[in-house]
């Protein structure tokens, strides 16, 4: 009797062919293909912001690295090279299936992403802190205040008060929000004007701060997504004190800005009644923002409180701009 026995052989990817699928498949044109959208006003060249429901996906080196913008920094599968993506779009694929299907795609490039390719190439490529240093200070009557207090409905204390506490500048067409690191230099900036709504290239996204008391130490912390939804937050409310800090996360919840957090409320810890405070969206985008506030306020020993728009608005600015549609 013969008994034939079947040899198994382990699938294995050159690294001739791994390279050549991280260099040639396109992170954005994957995520395309499985139904996520460019949230274009929210993307620049080298930050692609894709979401798909609640989903939110950033694109990042180059198109070849990606990152949840949803879930703290560590989380196993919540970043990765194109891979790691293809197995969080589709869990149920075999190593050998996820390597051809990325084989088949080496070269294929990103439709929605296509209005960055487009973009005429920064003639600043100074660093941020650079940047913010040749930018004035914005003045009563000029495009930014009269952005500010016009169209945003910022009071005129508030706009003042950012000017002289140092965390805004005039851009001409936009103002320029400030992100600072650890040691109070300016990492990056948030820009927002009539037809702006971006981040400065080459920011690294920390947090934005807006201080308007005389407290040393921060006991109350309001966080917000953006920094115009810090400032309105400032500007409606009533429970404010001398050590309340008023930050925005520019939109995401990237490593630098967990960990920026993370050291916030580490010195928050001790402090008796310290107190973190969720101002993100009244959206689904805001929940999960604010899931994630939570569980750093939990870790870190903080109480902590969530204040939705008292009209539900989407967001605090825009309960500003509804406050004054009913004053005219």
Same mark, same amino acid.
């Given at each position: ?50 979401? @798909? ?29 194109? #891979? ?6 589709? %869990? ?30 920064? !003639?600043?490529?100074?660093? %941020? ?13 000029? @495009? ?14 508030v706009v ?18 400030a992100h ?27 947090? #934005?701060?807006?201080? %308007? ?13 953006? !920094? ?26 990237g490593p630098?800005?967990? !960990? ?24 689904? !985008? ?17 109480? #902590?409180?969530?204040?939705?728009? %008292?009209?539900?608005? @989407?967001? #605090? ?12």
């Amino acid at each position: 009797m013969r008994i034939f026995v079947m040899a198994y052989q382990r699938f294995e990817l050159s690294e001739g062919d791994r390279q050549a699928i991280l260099s040639g498949v396109s992170c954005a044109a994957l995520l395309e293909d499985n139904g996520y959208l460019l949230v274009a006003e929210k993307s620049t060249r080298h930050c692609l912001k894709y979401r @798909k429901n609640d989903d939110i996906l950033i694109v990042t080196h180059h198109d070849r690295g990606w990152w949840d913008a949803q879930t703290p920094k560590g989380v196993p599968g919540a970043s990765g090279d194109v #891979f790691a993506l293809a197995r969080r779009l589709d %869990p149920e694929m075999t190593w050998r299936e996820v390597c051809t299907h990325l084989g088949a795609k080496v070269g294929v490039e990103p439709k929605g992403a296509k209005y960055v390719k487009e973009r005429a190439p920064r !003639a600043d490529e100074r660093p %941020p802190a650079e940047r913010w240093a040749d930018r004035k200070l914005p003045r009563r009557g000029g @495009k930014v205040w009269t952005y500010l207090t016009g169209e945003r409905c910022l009071p005129d204390w508030v706009v003042r008060r950012a000017i002289t506490t140092g965390c805004i500048r005039d851009g001409y067409h936009a103002a320029w929000f400030a992100h600072r690191d650890a040691q109070g230099q300016v990492c990056g900036a948030e820009l927002r004007g009539p037809e702006t709504h971006m981040c400065l290239g080459g920011s690294i996204k920390t947090l #934005f701060r807006f201080r %308007p008391g005389s407290g040393t130490e921060v006991r109350r912390l309001v966080v917000a997504e953006a !920094a115009i939804d810090a400032l309105s937050f400032a500007a409606l409310d009533r429970e404010r004190t001398p050590d309340t800090d008023y930050v925005s996360t520019a939109g995401g919840m990237g490593p630098e800005t967990v !960990a920026t957090l993370k050291v916030e409320l580490a010195k928050m810890r001790d402090l008796p009644n310290s107190l973190l405070v969720v101002a993100t969206d009244d959206d689904d !985008a805001g929940n999960n923002f604010a899931d994630m506030l939570y569980v750093l306020a939990d870790e870190a020993g903080v109480a #902590f409180t969530r204040r939705l728009p %008292p009209d539900r608005a @989407k967001d #605090f600015n825009q309960t500003l701009k509804n406050l004054a549609a009913q004053a005219a």
